[in-house]
C-alpha cells in the first residue's frame, strides 16, 4: 500500500504561483508513474499533469500548459506541482496520483491517492 500525502495548497491571488508538493511512502516510488487531478466545486474530478516514473516524459491538460510544470525527485520519493498565472478557474483540491502500468488522464488507471490540498485563487 502506497501512502501519498499533498502539501503546498493555499490561498493565492489571481497572476500568483504556488508549488504543490506529494511524497509516497514507499521506496517504490521510482517504479509509479504520478498524476496530479483536480476537483473544483460542483464539478468531476479531471487530469491536470502527469509524469512518468523516470521523469523524462510529462503530459498536461490543455488547460494548464505553459503554466503548470510537474517534476519528480525519486530520491526524495517526491513529486512536484508548480502552477504559475494561477486563474480563479483553477480553484479546486488537487490531488495526487499513482500508476502502476501508465501514465494516463484516466482516473481508472491510478490505483493509489492522496487526501488532496485546497487550493484557492482570488480575482
Known amino acids: 500500500q502506497v501512502q501519498l500525502v499533498e502539501s503546498g495548497g493555499g490561498l493565492v491571488q489571481a497572476g500568483g504561483s504556488l508549488r504543490l508538493s506529494c511524497v509516497a511512502s514507499?521506496?517504490?516510488?521510482?517504479?509509479?508513474?504520478m498524476g496530479w487531478f483536480r476537483q473544483a466545486p460542483g464539478k468531476e474530478r479531471e487530469f491536470v499533469a502527469g509524469?512518468?516514473?523516470?521523469?523524462?516524459?510529462?503530459h498536461y491538460a490543455d488547460s494548464v500548459k505553459g503554466r503548470f510544470t510537474t517534476s519528480r525527485d525519486n530520491a526524495k520519493n517526491a513529486v512536484y506541482l508548480q502552477m504559475n498565472s494561477l486563474k480563479p478557474e483553477d480553484t479546486a483540491v488537487y490531488y495526487c496520483?499513482?500508476?502502476?502500468?501508465?501514465?494516463?488522464?484516466?482516473?481508472?488507471?491510478?490505483?493509489?491517492w492522496g487526501q488532496g490540498t485546497q487550493v484557492t485563487v482570488s480575482s
Open positions: 509524469i512518468t516514473r523516470t521523469g523524462a516524459n510529462t
Open positions: 496520483a499513482a500508476s502502476m502500468l501508465v501514465l494516463s488522464t484516466r482516473e481508472d488507471q491510478y490505483v493509489y
Open positions: 514507499e521506496r517504490t516510488f521510482s517504479t509509479l508513474h
